[in-house]
T-cell receptor
């Protein structure tokens, strides 16, 4: 069975600073994809970034980057130059190749950006 | 851009009522999903569908059923609503590719209250 763990229920970061949101995962499938989603208070889930288990380089999308450490089974999200609009819940999710199209989600981290 | 539309943002129903939550996507995605989201529990998969008239149980299908008569529409049905089904409900869709890199795209969610 797959499991995603996000150990930080809530975090504060000062505006314009960088922040790292932790995610560890567990799967026996050698092929899998890792996803991060943002959920503002309005409720919609916004796809941010994807990392494949066989990708050679860490994924980046604008201010978002993924610190992927395969041996440690971790896929931490790094947000650079935090903005007030980054305040939201952030979810890490995984899709192993043997799980069909199903995603397993972590419990989420609430990020609060201070002005 | 992918558009996943849920019929209601907020819904209030009474115990014992039959409740329908509707979801429509406009990107010809094969896969569609229904989740519920509760504080501290993250997103939990109720049902998913990978084709018209096909459905698979997720982690918490009890008390729910689904219908997919057309590719673009996936309905969640609460046969006899109970107060423990008060929650945020999220619909998602994704392409049915052979790899693990397809993200799920979410609707804005429906906050359902059962009185």
């Amino acid at each position: 069975a797959q499991k995603i763990t996000q150990t930080q229920p809530g975090m504060f970061v000062q505006e314009k600073e960088a922040v790292t949101l932790d995610c560890t995962y567990d799967t026996s499938d050698p092929s899998y994809g890792l996803f991060w989603y943002k959920q503002p208070s309005s409720g919609e889930m916004i796809f941010l970034i994807y990392q494949g288990s066989y990708d050679q380089q860490n994924a980046t999308e604008g201010r978002y980057s993924l610190n992927f450490q395969k041996a440690r089974k971790s896929a931490n999200l790094v947000i650079s130059a935090s903005q007030l609009g980054d305040s939201a819940m952030y979810f890490c999710a995984m899709r192993p190749n043997n799980a069909g199209n199903m995603l397993t989600f972590g419990g989420g981290t609430r990020l609060m950006v201070k002005p | 851009d992918v558009k996943v539309t849920q019929s209601s943002r907020y819904l209030v129903k009474r115990t014992g009522e039959k409740v329908f939550l509707e979801c429509v996507q406009d990107m010809d995605h094969e896969n569609m999903f229904w989740y519920r989201q509760d504080p501290g529990l993250g997103l939990r998969l109720i049902y998913f569908s990978y084709d018209v008239k096909m459905k698979e149980k997720g982690d918490i299908p009890e008390g729910y059923s689904v219908s997919r008569e057309k590719k673009e529409r996936f309905s969640l049905i609460l046969e006899s609503a109970s107060t423990n089904q008060t929650s945020m409900y999220l619909c998602a869709s994704s392409l049915n590719s052979g790899g693990v890199n397809q993200p799920q795209h979410f609707g804005d969610g429906t906050r359902l209250s059962i009185l």
